[in-house]
């Protein structure tokens, strides 16, 4: 349960001095588990987003994307299960009175425990969990004595249920609008899509459907930066399948997903499956697939067997087929999924947390040391970065030959101020793989000196090559 709470919060720190997340209305103190992305944020962000749309729809002729509504017909999340089960057991100190989701306060006491205490009491809390036992589960914290981090009591409330849905009023006069709620999930927009895209698309099962969107959820206590908010964004991707075929295809999406996230270069041993002990109520199979953040291991992606719970849920309250005739077994049925389910804020932190660096340079005769980011070149906000040496002597001139050149094909970045060293500083720091220099020497032999930004070798390269070697690692 080993933290590093200093590094985490030298990365959110370095988040903000470079433009990558900024708290949101910060002039007006910001609001609270809400994030803006910035300049260098929204850049890294929508590469993952290219990056996961890719290997789902590109890279597989069965695999479609949609973009549904936020806004649904309020009886989807009825059919769903929201209304009546998407909660939390929360519980209020009654002297500080500060709310805690019962989880999240027993998982921080026991990140203070020995390992083998502290896994004995979360398992403890995941059978309760599992049984619904308010009433153990609060004994459980009084019994530990976990205490508030405010007042320092445990004088608890009992424990309850807490909705994480936001509800809102569609329609413009008060007395006629109907409640409507924010969605909580992607995952209900495809499924009342399921009839039209597999009409329309002509699709044949196994297919799937793919969505990244935008999700909202109340959440008691939001919390560790942009891991856990009110706003995200999810990608998500529904797996229509033969009912009976659901374990193998469980497997298959387990592996696949899996090594999309080793593709990135990361550590294996910085992964880990964890299977759910309480399965969600549309489930038969559950697993996330959590990574080695600096507050310990957290869930980044969901893989789940839901049955046919959803669609059968959706023919039972619209009253309409949603069944596919599969004329291999010429049989109808309502199809089974298998989800992939992946916070895209999530993997945003997982990406920056991974890449992040301080370097001690020091040499005996000088101190040094730079702040990087070592991101995969495909996902780097700025892919290459163009210094010419000088203002004069028409390097600035050669320098955006060369930007004019590569900025059809991928993001550059100009700049002609400060030294060569204090320019590369500022790319490690923003995570930039190359940089290229143009001097004196290039007007006589047209080669330049590049920069790689892991290893800080540089070599000198012809001009005309410097597209091409870029593209090459970023594609």
């Not at 209305?25 to 994030?35: H, K, N, P, Q």
């Not at 990140?111 to 609060?138: I, S, W």
């Not at 032999?445 to 070697?469: F, N």
């Amino acid at each position: 349960m080993s933290t590093d709470q200093n590094k985490f919060q030298a990365i959110i720190s370095h988040c903000k001095e470079y433009g990558f997340v900024f708290q949101s209305s910060e002039i007006y103190d910001g609001l609270s588990a809400v994030y803006d992305y910035g300049q260098y944020g929204s850049e890294l962000k929508k590469n993952i987003k290219d990056y996961w749309w890719k290997s789902m729809t590109q890279l597989h002729e069965n695999i479609v994307g949609i973009d549904a509504a936020i806004f649904m017909h309020p009886t989807t999340w009825k059919a769903s299960g929201h209304v009546d089960n998407f909660s939390d057991p929360m519980i209020d100190n009654k002297d500080s009175k500060k709310r805690y989701r019962v989880d999240h306060l027993i998982e921080g006491y026991a990140e203070t425990l020995p390992q083998a205490d502290g896994d004995a009491l979360l398992a403890r809390m995941d059978e309760l969990l599992k049984e619904n036992d308010f009433a153990g589960l609060k004994t459980l914290i009084e019994e530990n004595k976990i205490k508030c981090s405010v007042s320092g009591t445990v004088n608890w409330t009992d424990v309850r249920q807490f909705n994480l849905m936001f509800s809102t009023q569609l329609g413009s006069v008060t007395d006629e609008a109907s409640e409507i709620y924010l969605r909580p999930e992607t995952a209900q927009g495809i499924f009342v899509n399921f009839l039209n895209v597999q009409k329309t698309g002509r699709m044949k099962i196994p297919f799937g459907i793919a969505q990244i969107g935008k999700a909202f959820r109340n959440e008691i206590v939001a919390r560790q930066f942009i891991f856990r908010m009110r706003e995200f964004e999810q990608m998500e991707m529904q797996f229509f399948i033969r009912p009976g075929s659901q374990k193998e295809w469980y497997e298959k999406w387990k592996e696949e997903r899996m090594q999309w996230h080793l593709s990135l270069g990361t550590d294996p041993s910085k992964y880990r499956f964890k299977d759910h002990v309480k399965l969600a109520h549309y489930a038969d199979a559950a697993v996330d697939i959590e990574f080695d953040f600096p507050m310990g291991f957290k869930e980044v992606e969901g893989i789940h067997s839901r049955t046919d719970f959803d669609l059968s849920q959706h023919q039972l309250y619209s009253k309409k087929k949603i069944q596919y005739f599969d004329t291999e077994i010429n049989q109808n049925y309502v199809p089974y999924v298998i989800e992939t389910s992946i916070g895209l804020d999530r993997m945003f932190l997982l990406v920056i947390c991974n890449a992040y660096e301080e370097q001690d340079l020091s040499t005996p005769e000088k101190p040094d040391s730079r702040v990087v980011l070592k991101l995969p070149a495909k996902l780097a906000p700025v892919k290459l970065a163009i210094f010419p040496l000088t203002k004069k002597d028409g390097l600035p001139e050669l320098a955006r030959e060369l930007m004019n050149s590569c900025m059809p094909a991928f993001h550059c970045f100009y700049e002609e101020k400060d030294a060569i060293g204090k320019r590369y500083r500022r790319q490690d720091a923003i995570g930039t793989p190359f940089c290229v220099t143009i001097d004196h020497q290039t007007k006589e032999d047209g080669t330049v000196t590049i920069r790689y930004r892991d290893s800080m070798e540089q070599e000198r390269v012809p001009m005309a090559d410097v597209k091409q070697l870029v593209m090459n690692k970023i594609f």
